[in-house]
């Protein structure tokens, strides 16, 4: 599309504003998503309809509603910075960004209510959060402790119980909260490695991520730590729990971060998306390792 085309459009396309909800963002939480699925331990039979409105709720609608929230917000920002982006292009004019992000917040609050109480309260959480990550007065992602840690609950967290919820009807089994909470705080070091790619952006806009108040090489050293103790603390569960191959496999995905931490660690600047693309998968695979096993003990009974 021309320029002029876009100044003078009255109304977004439909690629327009599916750009505006990233869907590259939205395999996170539907991977969480799965993984409280399995965990639950709940065969399909006929809750595939709680599935598909499970999977809408943590990709498109919850997730493609904080997206929209966050560019409709940082508009300013992006003019500057990244003008082809939809709202500063033009592609999706005046307010329909806000309208959007407004209307995705009401439409996934009923989706949710329709699915079960806990569900709508995580969803609830879930999109309050998204809102306060992005708009004033909190604007959370200014913040190098309260921005991660509201995209780690949001992501993993929240979308884990979600899943689990949707299959079990109800509140899910304490493990799988065990596991959700433990998964979600390491998941925080995910969040600030993230932030790597913006330092120079981030230092420029007063945003207080931590490789900008410490300094890449300390940031690195702790989230690392921030990824690897929770999920230590997962092993040691899943052999409590008498899980002792599981605990074999995710231990082994560990040791594996371990090694590659080490070398990032070397240069973190450069190699961060390195890590996201096989520290990261490792630990996301530990994740769905880990969900097997308590969901096999659901099964059985334990």
Request: contains cysteine; hydrophobic residues 50%.
């Given at each position: 599309?021309?320029?002029?085309?876009?100044?003078?459009?009255?109304?977004?396309?439909?690629?327009?504003?599916?750009?505006?909800?990233?869907?590259?963002?939205?395999?996170?939480?539907?991977?969480?998503?799965?993984?409280?699925?399995?965990?639950?331990?709940?065969?399909?039979?006929?809750?595939?309809?709680?599935?598909?409105?499970?999977?809408?709720?943590?990709?498109?609608?919850?997730?493609?509603?904080?997206?929209?929230?966050?560019?409709?917000?940082?508009?300013?920002?992006?003019?500057?910075?990244?003008?082809?982006?939809?709202?500063?292009?033009?592609?999706?004019?005046?307010?329909?960004a806000l309208w959007?992000?407004?209307?995705?917040?009401?439409?996934?609050?009923?989706?949710?209510?329709?699915?079960?109480?806990?569900?709508?309260?995580?969803?609830?959480?879930?999109?309050?959060?998204?809102?306060?990550?992005?708009?004033?007065?909190?604007?959370?992602?200014?913040?190098?402790?309260?921005?991660?840690?509201?995209?780690?609950?949001?992501?993993?967290?929240?979308?884990?119980?979600?899943?689990?919820?949707?299959?079990?009807?109800?509140?899910?089994?304490?493990?799988?909260?065990?596991?959700?909470?433990?998964?979600?705080?390491?998941?925080?070091?995910?969040?600030?490695?993230?932030?790597?790619?913006?330092?120079?952006?981030?230092?420029?806009?007063?945003?207080?991520?931590?490789?900008?108040?410490?300094?890449?090489?300390?940031a690195a050293r702790?989230?690392?730590?921030?990824?690897?103790?929770?999920?230590?603390?997962?092993?040691?569960?899943?052999?409590?729990?008498?899980?002792?191959?599981?605990?074999?496999?995710?231990?082994?995905?560990?040791?594996?971060?371990?090694?590659?931490?080490?070398?990032?660690?070397?240069?973190?600047?450069?190699?961060?998306?390195?890590?996201?693309?096989?520290?990261?998968?490792?630990?996301?695979?530990?994740?769905?390792?880990?969900?097997?096993?308590?969901?096999?003990?659901?099964?059985?009974?334990?």
């Open positions: 599309m021309s320029p002029t085309a876009a100044l003078t459009r009255t109304a977004p396309a439909p690629a327009a504003i599916l750009e505006l909800a990233k869907p590259v963002t939205w395999f996170p939480p539907m991977w969480a998503f799965m993984c409280g699925v399995v965990s639950s331990g709940v065969a399909l039979g006929s809750r595939w309809p709680f599935l598909i409105a499970g999977l809408l709720l943590t990709g498109p609608l919850v997730c493609g509603t904080s997206q929209a929230v966050n560019d409709w917000f940082d508009r300013h920002v992006d003019a500057i910075n990244e003008p082809n982006r939809p709202i500063p292009s033009g592609r999706i004019p005046g307010r329909w959007l992000a407004i209307g995705g917040t009401l439409v996934s609050a009923i989706v949710a209510a329709l699915t079960g109480p806990w569900v709508f309260v995580a969803t609830l959480v879930g999109l309050a959060s998204g809102w306060a990550y992005s708009a004033p007065p909190f604007r959370l992602k200014t913040s190098g402790i309260w921005g991660p840690a509201v995209c780690a609950l949001s992501y993993e967290g929240l979308t884990w119980f979600t899943g689990a919820s949707v299959m079990a009807g109800g509140l899910p089994d304490t493990r799988i909260l065990w596991l959700l909470g433990l998964y979600s705080l390491g998941a925080h070091g995910i969040m600030t490695l993230n932030d790597f790619k913006a330092v120079e952006g981030d230092r420029v806009m007063g945003i207080r991520s931590l490789p900008v108040v410490l300094g890449t090489d300390r702790v989230a690392c730590i921030v990824m690897a103790v929770p999920q230590v603390i997962v092993v040691g569960l899943l052999f409590h729990w008498q899980l002792y191959w599981h605990a074999a496999g995710v231990g082994a995905l560990v040791l594996g971060q371990l090694g590659l931490m080490v070398r990032l660690l070397g240069d973190p600047l450069a190699r961060t998306p390195w890590y996201n693309a096989t520290g990261t998968s490792l630990y996301v695979f530990g994740m769905l390792g880990s969900a097997f096993g308590v969901g096999e003990m659901i099964r059985a009974g334990l």
